[in-house]
Structure formats: C-alpha cells, structure tokens
C-alpha cells in the first residue's frame, strides 16, 4: 500500500517518504512487506513502468537505484540532497518525453498557417521582413555552413545580403524554423525544402507561416506587413520573369525590379510609350473594349540593333507596372505553333508577353530552315546580365543549319486567334522590322511601334555615370569627355556597358583606355560588315568618316 502511496502522490509528497519506503518502491519488491502481499509486486512494476514513461530508463533505476538507496538508508542526509534531484529528472524527462511531443505536434498540426511557394513575391517580402526584425529570439537561431559547401547550395536568391557578403570560410545563416512575435501573437516561420530538409537556403521551395492562434488573423496581418514594407520600399521590388525551358512556362528568376530611367532611349519616346501602357492596363479601357465587344489586346514592336535596350525596356515595364514578363524567342527551334499557341495561352494576365527575334526564325507560310550563328558557349558569367552580353558584342561561333517547326499563320492565330488570351501587353522585338512579313505588323497586331538606337551622346554620357562612379563622385565633365570620344551611332549601348564593366569604380582606368578599345572595336566592326558584305555578294561600303557623338540643344546649353 505505501508503494501505491508512492506513485500516486505528487512529486512534492515524494519528499514527506521514509527512505524505507521509497527504497521498497525501487528496489522492485525486496521488502518484508512485498512477501506479506502480492499485490505489491504488480504495483512496484507500474511504478517502474511510470518511471520509465517520463523517461528514466529502466537499466538506470536497476543499476544504479538499489546502490544509491543503500546508502541513502545508511545516511538520511543523503536521502534528503538526492530526492529533489530525482524529481528534477523525472520532471525534465516528462517535460522532454510528453510536453515536448505534444507541443510539437500543436505546432505541426493545430496552428493555423500559410504556405507560400518560393516563386511568389510574398515569399521574398516575408523572408526579408522576418530576417531584418528586431526580434529578441532572432540572434539564438543559428545555422553554419562552409563557404565552399554553401556557394554550391545557394541559387540567386539572395535574402540576406549581409550574410553573403565576401568569401568567407565560414557562413552563419539564420536557423530553418524563426521564431518571432508580432501584435501581442507568436509566430513560426519554418522553410520547407523539396529534399525534406529544414533551411532557408538549400534547396528550400516553401515557407510555412504559423501563428499561435485560434485564427488566421495575426496571420494575414504579418503578410501585410511584409507587403507594404517591401512593395513601396525603392529598389526591393522585384519582377518575375518567366521563360519556356521545356514546353511550358517556368519560373527563371525574380529580378530586382529595373528602374525606367536606367534604360536610355529618348525621354519623351518612353514617357509616351509609359503613359499609352497606363493607359491600356487601366480598368476603364478593359471595360471599353468589353462594352464594344473588341478583343482587348495592344500589341507594341520594338525594333532596333542588338544590345540597345529592347529587352531591357520591356523588363523595366513589367516591373513598373507591378506585372510578370513572359519571355519567348521565336528563334527557338524547338518551339511549334501547339506550343507557341498553348504557351500563349496559359499566360496570366494581366502581364507583358516578349516574343523575341520574332525575325529570325524566317518565318513564312512554310516550315523554314535558315543557316544562324550558333553562339559559343559564354563564359563563366560575372553576373546574371554577362552571358547575354557576351554574344552581342559579336563573339560568335560556327553557322549551323536549323530547321524551324513554327509558321507565320501558327504565329499569327498564337497572337490573336479565337483562343487567344487577352488583358496582356505583348512587346515583339525585332533587329530586322524591314524582314518583316506585313501580317505580323500590321494595325491591330502591332499598334505601336519603338525604334532603338544605338549610343547618341546623352546615352553614352548616361551610361558612363552610371556604371563607372559611385553617387558621391561629380562625374558630369569626365561623362561629357567620354561621350564626345564616342562614334555617334557606331557603339550599342551593351558594347559601352561592356566596356564600362571593366573600370567600376576606376575613371581614370576607364578615360586612359578608351582610345585604344575605340580603335580596336571600330576595326574589329569594320572587318565584320565587310565579311558579311562578301557573304552577300555586296561590294564594301567606303569608310565613312568618323562622326563623334555630339551634345544635344539641352546638353549645349
Ligand atoms: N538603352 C539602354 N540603356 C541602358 N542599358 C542598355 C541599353 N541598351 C542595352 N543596355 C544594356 O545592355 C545589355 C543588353 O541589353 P538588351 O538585352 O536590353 O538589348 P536588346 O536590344 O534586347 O538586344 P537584342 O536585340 O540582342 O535582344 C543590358 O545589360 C542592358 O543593361
């Protein structure tokens, strides 16, 4: 009966019990009183078997209970000093062995949550907005990683700059599961990886919001949180861009959103251009063309020599106007008209659709086949932009025969066929407007058109400011005596980019080798027009003589 007394008191009681007692209890029956009544035998085994549900394993309370119990009954003071710690124990495996699972299982199963997917914004905002919080918990979550380990797992996206700043040996990440409070609530914010590993960074496609709550309000007002500080916040937007690498649409990046007026071309050319996009995204139009019954599409071509900003306009709109940029070139030969017609169709709209060369792939009533430089592979890029660069600025390898699978009436019912979608703005790009078949530029699929130049004064001055100093250097002379060595017309804006690229932060470097890359690039230029005019049959245009860029009527004044 006393063991029975034993087990079914709180713990506290334990420390009224004679040592006798307690010792009956583990010594699993030795006592007189065992012998008298067998009933305590069954009682001393549940008592064990208690024990060892709050975690204490039953070799230890065999090995080690009946010698520390001889001694205990040898010396009471002893008793007295290890009571407590065996309820501290028993307390601490009870908290790890129940409480823990249960509370894991609250956080797993109970809490509501959201689930947001690696390719929407949200995610990005959320993931920033948890990580630059002030929260008191946030420094006691850490992961570490080998520099080397960690340049292998991390893809671009790039949550925490301050964390990948340099080469260092050894990296300290934010832990996979971030505790946080917000408005009186806590919160959970746990990566989900594709590999069933728990981090931020490898490999992680998901994040789960959890909040303890009985609602999913707190939720929804984390998320807005999150939205509002990165929407609005200058230079943290990002747009996502998508790209057809099999048969169907994929997510290839969220890139920082492109400001405008980082894109040169005449200043009152873009703001008609932006103010006609407006113009056509607004509610009121889409009603207009509803209530009349027109199929609500704009069409824009851009046209112009490579590298001089066609593809870069077209992400600066998506990202102005807070939309995704599907992009297509129609010079992939792997591209029918099925796919071209389901790709078109399974765009979201409302977003900017970029269909690529749409020239190149020589498209006419028939299937084509058309000789094109395949380009080299790139080198190693330096960052996302390079690789593109790298075959615009002329480097390209051996010709190879292609054979296109799409047609020009596949292409045209794509655009504006019954099933076509609508509410998109497509931007067609082309360097050739004049190989154009007038089909597809004809009113009502192209209804504006914008031609792309190469560098004028102001957009080599422009460039020159913007890639070679830093905000605190007054640049504008130096800007104005590099544009003047400048080739009105002759460089695109990609190739002074290119050449830029290599001075960041170095303007003497960049004004001391100038004329030297000048005189290079021109003969390298002139060698290739007259290569290409012997392919046609041509016969060499003369040398025009030099023409530097000259500043424009506002640039004079
Ligand atoms: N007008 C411009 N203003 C600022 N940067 C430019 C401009 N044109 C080109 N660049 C730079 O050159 C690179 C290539 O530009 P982009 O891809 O937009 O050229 P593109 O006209 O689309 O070329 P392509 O006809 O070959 O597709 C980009 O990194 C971009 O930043």
Known sequence: MSSMQCVCFPPHSLLRKTSSELMDFLEGGSSEREEKDPSTSTTTNIAQKVIG???VPGFIINTF?????????????????ITPLIIAFSAAAALTHLIWPLFNSIIGEWLPFAQLKSDDPLYDYLCRWVHFRNDPLRHLQVDAQSAAYRRQQVNDKLWWPEDHAGAKDICFEKSGKRFFWFERTLFILEAISWSGR????NDSKDVKLKAFSFSH???KAVLQEAWNTYQNEEGSRTTRIWHCPEDDWDVLAHKQTRPLDTVDVDDT????????????????TKEWYARRGIPYRRGYLFYGPPGTGKTSLSMAIAGHFNIDL??????????????????????DEPCVVLLEDIDSAGLSREVSSTMIDKPKPPPPPRNDDDDKDYDKMGRIGERVDVRYNITLSGVLNALDGAASPEGHVLIMSTNHPEALDPALARAGRVDYKVEFKNATFETAKNIFKRMVGDETQDLEELATTFAKQIPNGKFSPAELQGYLLNYIGDVD???TDLDSWLKKS???KANREKLEAEKKGIAPKPAEPEQKTEPSEREKT
């Open 522 to 524: 021109l003969e390298e």
């Open 198 to 201: 728990r981090s931020y960074y």
């Open 53 to 55: 549900l709050l975690g």
């Open 509 to 511: 470097g960049a004004m």
């Open 326 to 347: 599907y992009v297509l070139s129609l010079a992939n030969p792997r591209l029918s008209d099925g796919m071209l017609t389901n790709l078109m169709t399974s765009v």
């Open 269 to 284: 050319e873009k703001t008609k251009l932006v103010k006609d996009l407006k113009k056509y995204l607004s509610d009121e």
């Open 65 to 81: 209970g009946p010698q520390i119990l001889t001694q205990a009954r040898r010396n009471p003071r002893l008793f007295r000093i």
């Open 217 to 219: 309000r707190p939720i």
